[in-house]
């Protein structure tokens, strides 16, 4: 092999033991000059001033409201069974794509939580705020509330303490916190609902009808 073969055959071995990407073959997909996948919604808002979030809370309906200081929280059977409170945000200033929301359910007597985490995108809405989709659950913290094994008193019916964080790529960061009380917010499955809700719940315990949303679902984590 003459000199400069075998100098092109080295370069090339070098390439494929490090795993370099080939410019023309392998450009990154979407991204920007710092490599960050580009967002396909405009900044939310003014990245000098704070991050501002409130809470919504999705209904039985599909439509989503602000959780107001003691207002209700809808207790959902959603697909992945057991009971969950849907809580999603209203935020500005900051980064509406890969936020990351975390929402918990605390117990105010004995400071236990139940929460979810997850990243989602806020959709820009028409007065320049950046929201959870009424039409995407997944846009929503998903927290477990029942089956019961963590609360010292009845899931339902009763005051708890509602956290809500969202923090961009950036790393800005917002958090809101209320009180609210979950209502099991589907008639046809009350039963049911407050069964695997209440205090003293056994997981495995009948609670009459099998349609109506008992089997699955993890309770909550501390």
């Known amino acids: 092999m ?117 990243t989602i995108n806020l959709r820009p809405a028409a007065d320049g705020w950046g929201e959870s ?11 477990p509330v029942c089956p019961n094994n963590w609360a010292s008193k009845n899931a339902y019916d009763e005051s708890f303490e509602l956290e809500l964080t969202v923090t961009d790529r950036k790393k800005r960061s917002g958090t809101v916190k209320v009180s609210g009380i979950p209502r099991c917010a589907e008639p046809d499955k009350e039963v049911a609902c407050k069964c695997i809700c209440k205090v003293d719940y056994v997981t495995g315990e009948p609670c009459g009808d099998p349609d109506a949303g008992v089997d699955g679902g993890g309770g909550g984590g501390s």
Do not use: W
Not at 133 to 143: E, G, H, K, Q, T
């Open 2 to 118: 003459r000199p400069r073969d075998q100098q092109l055959a080295l370069a090339a071995a070098t390439v494929l033991l490090c795993g370099c990407p080939d410019p023309d073959t392998d450009p990154p997909a979407d991204a920007g000059p710092d490599g960050h996948v580009t967002c396909p919604f405009p900044y939310l808002g003014d990245p000098s001033k704070p991050v501002v979030v409130t809470p919504l809370v999705l209904g039985a309906d599909g439509t989503s409201e602000e959780l107001v200081d003691g207002g209700d929280v809808p207790l959902i059977f959603p697909p992945q069974g057991g009971r969950v409170a849907f809580l999603g945000a209203r935020a500005q200033n900051l980064d509406p794509c890969a936020i990351r929301i975390s929402g918990t359910m605390r117990d105010t007597q004995t400071k236990q939580v139940t929460f979810d985490v997850r």
């Open 133 to 143: 989709v009424d039409a995407d659950y997944n846009s929503f913290s998903n927290i």
